[in-house]
């Protein structure tokens, strides 16, 4: 079961259980049957899912609960608290701090995507203001210092290693002496092995004791199953596992080894790999992430890829006023479409109008025809791309893109399709829209959402949350936009 179908189990169970006329001992047990039977099937490790079940019955007793209790509401916290307590082991892992040199081990089996979320880890953090650099002391397999020396060279991110040194020991030593003067956060990637044998959990002991890492990070491949728990402990016995990295939560892949890891290590997730780019990796927050499994939704988190985004717009100042104009280009959308690639396909997608383009489960698949549709847009005019007549389109033109970009006729008319479904929204949908005048009052909150849903799809305004999360949306919309006249130096000026 992938980690999208888990949460559908789980939430689907809840809403069964809120529809029941009455909820009593019955319905609460078949409820957590139901999502019992989703966690195993996601690979969570028997033990913990029992023990779960045990602690939601020992919290939710039903006999001794006032009247007037809210049974639902009881019940879904207990649930949320145990997800959350089961993700969570109580305390933070080591952050490193700028300008002071740190030194983080990368542990874990060959094929987890060890060196490639090396990479990435070094490289979010070069966005953020550190200093990275990263050591391959990989010496067991073949191409490993290849691939790390490609990937920090595309990053332009610094990296030592060695094609003559056989001792991972002593490349990590002196990798961590070259770097530790100018760099702020030095990343050793250390060998794997395709199972667990002492060679591998000596080796990474006697790198541990000679670089003295502040932070030992074990990376677990998401697809394992049922080993999860067993392989996170045994990196745990051998080395001071202080957090975990899950990769290959693209889609594919079972969520459940997440759980078993944290378990076995008592260590926390701090990052999730959902694809093989760079920028493919986000930061692992456990209530938000156990609030989209329960389908409550995660207001917080689409509020920080709204903030994201904002910043972008400083170097396209005339974007955000066109959009609330209700004036929407070509180019818009292409602005849009990368945009939306860089958030990833797992927080922001399904509540924008690209929505239909990247629905749920199908994220490789919704982000390569957003690239298909881009490389079409690369082979139009400037006039094409800043024209705001959705009726543009010929056929010579269309015969002319199609050859440009190498794509088929048929394709460059869906893009154009896509064009008018979404200037139509946002043509009808925001123009008019008083966000520009600070955060909207109640009132205008309420007349511009209603004008506003009339012109959304039904199934895009039911994940936004219907009127009430279309409201608190705009909310967010005209603080921030608020804000960012504030850093322009305010709109009235």
């Not at 490790?45 to 009247?67: P, S």
């Not at 608290?81 to 990368?106: A, H, I, R, Y």
Request: proline share 4%; charged share 25%; hydrophobic share 40%.
């Amino acid at each position: 079961m992938v980690l999208a179908e888990l949460g559908g189990s789980i939430s689907l169970a809840l809403q069964q259980m809120s529809n029941a006329t009455v909820i009593d001992e019955k319905v609460l047990n078949e409820c957590l049957n139901e999502i019992t039977r989703a966690l195993l099937q996601s690979d969570v490790q028997f033990k913990l899912v029992r023990d779960m079940q045990t602690n939601i019955k020992k919290i939710v007793n039903l006999e001794h609960l006032a009247a007037g209790h809210n049974k639902r509401r009881i019940i879904q916290n207990a649930i949320f608290n145990e997800l959350c307590k089961m993700l969570d082991p109580g305390k933070p892992s080591f952050t490193p701090n700028k300008g002071n040199p740190s030194v983080v081990m990368f542990v874990g089996l060959q094929g987890s995507g060890k060196t490639t979320t090396c990479t990435k880890y070094a490289y979010y953090h070069q966005k953020k203001g550190w200093k990275p650099a990263l050591v391959c002391a990989d010496t067991f397999r073949a191409g490993a210092f290849d691939q790390l020396k490609q990937n920090a060279t595309k990053a332009k991110i610094p990296f030592y290693g060695s094609y003559m040194e056989s001792d991972p020991v002593k490349i990590a030593v002196e990798g961590v002496e070259t770097f530790k003067e100018n760099c702020d956060l030095i990343i050793v990637d250390t060998s794997g092995r395709h199972k667990q044998e002492a060679a591998l959990f000596e080796e990474m002991r006697q790198v541990a004791e000679a670089t003295k890492p502040d932070l030992v990070i074990f990376v677990m491949d998401s697809s394992i199953g049922q080993a999860a728990f067993d392989q996170a402990q045994a990196f745990k016995q051998s080395a001071a596992v202080g957090a975990v990295i899950v990769t290959k939560m693209d889609g594919h892949a079972k969520g459940g080894g997440a759980l078993s890891a944290v378990a076995a290590t008592k260590s926390p997730v701090i990052f999730i790999g959902t694809g093989e780019h760079m920028d493919e990796f986000q930061v692992f927050d456990v209530k938000p992430f156990v609030s989209r499994l329960l389908g409550m939704g995660d207001w917080s988190g689409f509020t920080d890829k709204i903030q994201e985004v904002v910043p972008k717009l400083d170097n396209q100042p005339e974007l955000l006023q066109k959009l609330l104009q209700g004036t929407f280009t070509l180019r818009i959308m292409y602005e849009q479409f990368q945009n939306l690639l860089q958030m990833g396909p797992l927080q922001l997608t399904s509540m924008l109008p690209a929505a239909e383009l990247m629905p749920k489960g199908n994220d490789k698949e919704s982000q390569a025809k957003l690239k298909r549709y881009m490389t079409i847009m690369d082979s139009m005019t400037n006039e094409e791309l800043d024209n705001t007549d959705t009726k543009i389109t010929t056929e010579s033109r269309m015969v002319r893109i199609a050859r440009g970009s190498g794509r088929l006729v048929r394709e460059v008319m869906e893009m154009f399709e896509e064009y008018k479904r979404q200037a139509k929204i946002w043509r009808s949908g925001m123009k008019g829209l008083n966000f520009s005048k600070g955060p909207m009052s109640q009132l205008n909150r309420s007349i511009n959402a209603r004008k506003m849903s009339k012109n959304l799809p039904p199934q895009m305004l039911k994940q936004i949350g219907g009127m009430g999360g279309l409201q608190n949306l705009m909310k967010q919309m005209g603080s921030l936009v608020s804000a960012r006249e504030t850093m322009l130096g305010g709109g009235d000026k």
